[in-house]
Every structure is written in C-alpha cells, then in structure tokens.
C-alpha cells in the first residue's frame, strides 16, 4: 500500500504558474508515476506520466507548459505548470503505476491516489 500525498494547487491568473508536489509514503523506484485532472462534470483525464526510469509522456493539451518529475530517493513526484489556462481549472491527482513495463494512460489502470489538490485558473 502506497499513500500519496498532493499539495502545491492553488488560485492562479492565466498566464501564471504552480507546481504541484506529490510525497509517497513509501519507495517508489517500481512504480511508474502519474498526473491526472478533474474539471467540474468532466471524467478524469491523463495529464502527465513519468517511469521508474525517467522516460516521460504528455497529454498534447499541457506539452510545452507542463513538466513532470521525480526524485525516488525522496520519494516525490512534481508536475511544474506554466502558461496556466482557464481550461486547466481541475482537482489535480497524484497516481502510481505498478505495471511500470508501459507508460499507461487510463485512469483505470492505477492502483494508488493521492486526495488531489485544487487548480484554479482565472481568465
């Protein structure tokens, strides 16, 4: 069992920045890692993934404005998001990939959670 941990969201202008930081309770080396997103009525979507290894995938919508990273000797996860948008407004969510052999991109396919933490994007 992992726990996850989000912190980082906030209410930003458009145009602006935040980072989001995801703490596990426990190694992560095996796992790959992943950002997800929640708008208000909408399905969770895929936003970003990392894995084990460092190799690294984007939904088309943030690639360019967002950039994930990890660090397993501290067992973090972090997604830098600049050039915000009113579309990026979501409860942003921390996951973890057991089946770290592909870069997965359903939301189905992840076995931990963290609780998500609020972006709010002003126009």
């Known amino acids: 069992q992992v726990q996850l941990v989000e912190s980082g969201g906030g209410l930003v202008q458009a145009g602006g920045s935040l980072r989001l930081s995801c703490a596990a309770s426990?190694?992560?080396?095996?796992?790959?890692m992943g950002w997800f997103r929640q708008a208000p009525g909408k399905e969770r979507e895929f936003v970003a993934v990392?894995?084990?290894?460092?190799?690294?995938y984007y939904t088309d919508s943030v690639k360019g404005r967002f950039t994930i990273s990890r660090d397993n000797d501290l067992n973090m996860v972090w997604m830098q998001m600049n050039s915000l948008r009113p579309e990026d407004t979501a409860v942003y969510y921390c996951?973890?990939?057991?089946?770290?052999?592909?870069?997965?991109?359903?939301?189905?396919?992840?076995?931990?959670w963290g609780q998500g933490t609020q972006v709010t994007v002003s126009s």
């Open positions: 990392i894995s084990w290894s460092g190799r690294i």
């Open positions: 426990r190694r992560i080396s095996g796992y790959n």
């Open positions: 996951a973890a990939d057991q089946h770290n052999m592909v870069l997965r991109t359903s939301s189905n396919d992840y076995e931990y």
